[in-house]
């Protein structure tokens, strides 16, 4: 169709945690989704460290829960999981990293 262009692929994480830290400027989505890997990290310590691995199917509804909360009333946009699962899923955590060491903030820095 002629005027419309190809969304842009992105084929590493280096290229497309920029485009990832764009979806996430809004302060109260990025602490969301700060609790829920945090929470998710919690939860998959305690299930190892307990055995009791039945916890691990909390994972994902913590992982995502708080995130896409984040998205749908905060960001107001669409989960990049939806497109790029593992490149989003490794941002998470680059972005929960990142924030613990200082170099993200809960408030986007643009």
Do not use: C
């Not at 996430?24 to 945090?38: E, N, V």
């Not at 107001?76 to 680059?94: C, E, G, H, I, V």
């Amino acid at each position: 169709m002629a005027g419309t262009t190809e969304p842009k692929r992105y084929t590493s994480l280096r290229e497309f945690y920029p485009y990832y830290l764009s979806e996430h400027q809004h302060t109260t989505s990025r602490a969301l989704h700060f609790i829920g890997t945090a929470l998710l990290l919690v939860v998959v310590i305690v299930a190892l460290v307990t055995g009791k691995y039945k916890w691990l199917l909390a994972v994902p509804v913590i992982g995502y829960g708080f995130a896409w909360v984040g998205h749908f009333f905060f960001e107001r946009n669409k989960p990049a999981t939806f497109k790029y699962p593992f490149y989003s899923l490794a941002s998470d955590f680059k972005l929960f990293f990142d924030i613990l060491r200082g170099k993200q903030g809960f408030k986007s820095r643009k």
